[in-house]
């Protein structure tokens, strides 16, 4: 049986090429063509993985490079979003890859949004446009009065009138002015009339009967009276004589039909959640590795609880904004409709434990920060590489080694870790901020 391909175009990043998820059977079973760029090729490095590329991948991928138009509205849209400062150039080039395939396939950016937070998309298909053609009749809505006077017969002289349309002007004239009279009368007249029917009603309802029916004064016929078992049955409710019946006739009964759908035209694998955030807003389709379509996004951003200013770069310890110490891990989301949500706690309790201290005094002549065995920064030197800001020449200092020390190996046969060898740095390799949640403990 043959498996429907269910995308037109499939757009790839790096990451589902590196783990060969999906892989390129499932891949080409579901698509027909498959896209990336010419970066994500020499992103990837690794010898067995890029030998797996070339040998199994390359010969069914097409490898184009966006025009610079789509780059521009890209960058523009991820710069409305604040995702622009976590997105690389390969990953901007892939959005703009499917940005135009979106449009080539699609005849246009109709089913996209422009900005962020739009309601509704674009515009409506090109399809349903083009059956709107102006030379097309404009069909003219019928009224009350064109309805009866289309039911009413003709009288003689507008029948004369229709027979002979080579009347003078002087009759047509003399026609619009007896038009305009007997329009006149028949005001006068059907105000009379309402005047005429509403007194009628008044005396009807002092005589309390009405002698005209309507169809809402027409009584049903009488049904027969039901039983109160069976208004007990019929009423859906669930007894104890009943209950198996319906667990039965639950497990036998046929499943609904699921509705048909439709075929994308382009669609994006990537596990960049930046990436995914940009395509879902944008209205952009998104698949998972197990090539379903994502929807609805999950993740993680970092919120400033003193000048609640957000930032998506998980790797800063100090607020953009404020410069403070004050970043926090929030949950957020995105929905199929684009919005973006911050999901914050109800009654979240703030641990003040450690933010009151006694800063060691500084030593004099300590420009160059080298500091004596001994000398400063309190009890036991715990002040001497004290990190407040991220201007502090100590918090460059911690961050350029960080850089510059090389990842270890775990294969290595030479490799130790941290709990033999002594070595229990921070988390992540981050420097310590602060003096620590226990500075004003007891000291022993």
Not at 48 to 76: G, M, N
Request: proline share 7%; aromatic share 4%.
């Amino acid at each position: 049986m043959d498996i429907p391909k269910v995308v037109h175009s499939i757009v790839l990043d790096a990451s589902p090429l590196l783990v060969n998820e999906p892989s390129i059977s499932t891949l080409l079973a579901r698509a027909e063509k498959l896209y990336t760029i010419p970066q994500v090729i020499t992103e990837i490095r690794d010898r067995d993985a890029r030998a797996r590329l070339e040998a199994t991948v390359l010969p069914f991928l097409t490898v184009r490079s966006p025009r610079p138009a789509s780059v521009t509205v890209i960058l523009d849209f991820a710069r409305r979003t604040g995702d622009l400062a976590v997105l690389s150039s390969p990953d901007i080039h892939v959005i703009a890859l499917a940005y135009e395939l979106e449009c080539e396939l699609n005849h246009g950016n109709w089913r996209l949004r422009k900005v962020p937070g739009q309601k509704r998309v674009n515009g409506p298909p090109p399809d349903i446009i083009s059956e709107i053609s102006p030379d097309s009749p404009t069909p003219v809505p019928a009224t009350k009065n064109s309805i009866s006077n289309a039911a009413d017969p003709l009288d003689p002289s507008a029948q004369s009138a229709l027979e002979n349309p080579s009347d003078n002007c002087a009759a047509n004239r003399s026609g619009v002015q007896s038009l305009l009279l007997i329009s006149k009368s028949d005001s006068s007249n059907i105000s009379s009339l309402e005047r005429a029917a509403q007194d009628l009603h008044l005396e009807s309802l002092e005589d309390g009967v009405f002698s005209h029916k309507t169809v809402d004064d027409v009584q049903p016929a009488e049904e027969a009276p039901i039983s109160e078992g069976d208004e007990s049955d019929s009423g859906g409710w669930i007894t104890p004589s009943n209950i198996k019946k319906l667990q039965i006739g639950d497990q036998y009964s046929a499943p609904a039909t699921a509705p048909k759908r439709g075929k994308m035209q382009v669609a994006t694998i990537t596990n960049d959640f930046a990436m995914q955030n940009v395509l879902l807003q944008m209205n952009l389709n998104l698949l998972s590795r197990s090539m379903l379509r994502v929807r609805q996004l999950k993740t993680h951003i970092l919120r400033c609880h003193a000048c609640f200013e957000k930032t998506k770069d998980m790797t800063k310890q100090f607020c953009p904004r404020c410069g403070k110490p004050t970043l926090t891990r929030v949950s957020c989301s995105t929905n199929a409709n684009g919005e973006f949500q911050i999901h914050l706690k109800k009654n979240v309790q703030w641990n003040h434990r450690g933010d009151r201290y006694s800063i060691p005094k500084p030593v004099s002549n300590n420009s160059n920060g080298k500091v004596g065995t001994g000398k400063g920064g309190g009890k036991g030197g715990w002040g001497q590489e004290l990190i407040l800001s991220e201007d502090q020449k100590e918090y460059q200092r911690a961050m350029t080694g960080r850089n510059r020390k090389k990842e270890r190996n775990l294969m290595d046969d030479d490799y130790l870790p941290g709990i033999l060898t002594g070595e229990r740095n921070r988390a992540g390799g981050r420097p310590k901020v602060g003096a620590g949640r226990n500075v004003n403990s007891k000291k022993r």
